[in-house]
């Protein structure tokens, strides 16, 4: 007997026009049923075109046919009550939003590489590199920012009742952080996930920036997905560590960004070696690694970055090495990192 696994299984072959992402992970496959050889599937799409239906349903007749086990096939293309409507993003249509003029994910596959240390000290780079920034946390169940840029503060709202973004070091800041009281945790379910995010960007008075870095969490779960579907992003950053245990999950983190059409911009090596007080050079998660991965999934490497002490003292005391000590060996290396996202970006 066949079971719903093996017919999602095969449905996750059955792309929707136009994109590389297939049906079952845009969550349009709503329900499956099957008995004695005989499967019914129902599919309920947002959007779409008599044609996109048609394309959908033939595609998945034929995906369930090939199952082994399964003799007879239903498949039922649903519209909204509406009726059909233009092609468009099959969860919902990504918008612009006035005065950003490019938004870039920084993400990694796991956790503990330093993503939202790198993101902090490459949103300062760019700062200091002349270019308006602003630096959004959407790791709602951790937010790391607030302490690493050294903002303990609550937004205001303005006249327009949108939240004004904290500033400091020259970046303009966003975070769950800003809002909570003290230690208290985050317990939310996807969808409310989903519209702080929205709100992050349409409720909060950004004003003109050249870059807004988005830190997110680790992995590829719903704060990822809710970002790509509430705007369009200019491209993605993946932090890795050299190690392959790390980079068995970025070729993850790249998989997402591409099944959700967003151009990989490069990955960043993180902890790539120490040095000692004496000169010597110790390899603690081995090296190269995200060079190699880089090279491998034909994506540019943007640079390494050393195991440094004081980048670590930094986030802690919520002055980050790029802004205190830039003329330093490790801010160096992130405006290193930063010039090349820039030109990633003209």
């Not at 199952?67 to 233009?86: E, R």
């Not at 802690?316 to 290396?333: L, N, Y």
Request: charged share 20%; proline share 7%; aromatic share 6%.
């Amino acid at each position: 007997m066949v079971n719903e696994s093996e017919i999602k299984t095969a449905l996750q072959t059955v792309k929707y026009p136009g994109y590389s992402r297939d049906i079952v992970s845009f969550g349009l496959v709503k329900n499956i049923s099957s008995a004695q050889g005989a499967v019914t599937v129902q599919i309920q799409l947002t959007s779409g075109t008599p044609e996109i239906v048609q394309q959908i349903k033939a595609e998945s007749e034929q995906a369930l046919r090939n199952v082994a086990g399964i003799q007879q096939v239903f498949v039922q293309v649903n519209l909204p009550a509406g009726g059909s409507g233009p092609a468009a993003n099959p969860l919902t249509t990504p918008s612009r939003v006035s005065g950003l003029k490019r938004i870039v994910a920084v993400a990694s596959g796991k956790g503990g590489v330093g993503k939202s240390t790198t993101s902090v000290n490459l949103a300062c780079a760019l700062s200091l590199l002349g270019s308006r920034v602003g630096l959004l946390d959407c790791d709602i169940y951790g937010p790391s920012i607030p302490l690493m840029m050294g903002v303990r503060r609550k937004p205001t709202v303005n006249e327009r009742e949108q939240l004004v973004p904290l500033e400091n070091h020259g970046v303009k800041l966003m975070s769950m952080g800003f809002l909570l009281e003290g230690d208290s945790p985050v317990i939310w379910r996807g969808p409310m996930i989903m519209k702080t995010i929205q709100q992050f960007f349409f409720s909060v008075a950004w004003g003109e920036l050249d870059y807004l870095l988005v830190d997110l969490p680790p992995g590829t779960g719903d704060a990822q997905l809710s970002l790509c579907q509430t705007v369009p992003l200019d491209g993605g950053v993946i932090v890795t560590t050299p190690q392959e245990a790390s980079l068995g999950v970025v070729r993850k983190g790249i998989g997402m960004f591409q099944k959700l059409n967003v151009p990989i911009l490069g990955i960043i090596e993180n902890m790539s070696y120490f040095t000692t007080p004496n000169g010597e050079r110790v390899e603690i998660f081995g090296h190269g690694g995200g060079r190699d991965e880089a090279d491998r999934q034909a994506v540019p490497f943007l640079g390494e970055i050393p195991l440094f002490t004081e980048i670590r003292l930094g986030g802690d005391k919520g002055e980050p090495i790029t802004v205190t000590t830039p003329e330093g060996a490790a801010g160096q290396t992130f405006l290193q990192v930063a010039r090349a996202l820039r030109e990633r970006l003209p």
